[in-house]
């Protein structure tokens, strides 16, 4: 079952870049609030942004958070892909 491989693949990237374990249902939880138009709308990505930061209890920046938005609106990925997603927000290392 792919979702399944990619969930570990996310928790351990995620314990990787901040040293922080965070749950399979957390991810979970986080993921399945996101919709297609979420990665359009700047709004909600800012929000899921800091829900994601609120979960790993690391601090973005207003200007961290900027670039994060301008790069996902600006990449051509399908919004349905949640692993090319997460490849490209972890600089495409798993």
Do not use: C, Y
């Amino acid at each position: 079952m792919p979702g399944k491989d990619m969930s570990k693949d996310v928790l351990k990237a995620v314990k990787s870049k901040t040293g922080k374990s965070v749950s399979q249902k957390d991810i979970h939880k986080l993921a399945s609030n996101v919709k297609p138009g979420t990665m359009q709308s700047e709004e909600q990505l800012r929000q899921l942004i800091k829900q994601v930061a609120s979960l790993v209890n690391v601090p973005v920046s207003e200007q961290t958070m900027s670039e994060i938005v301008k790069a996902v609106k600006g990449s051509n990925l399908n919004p349905n892909n949640m692993e090319a997603l997460m490849k490209m927000m972890m600089g495409g290392k798993k």
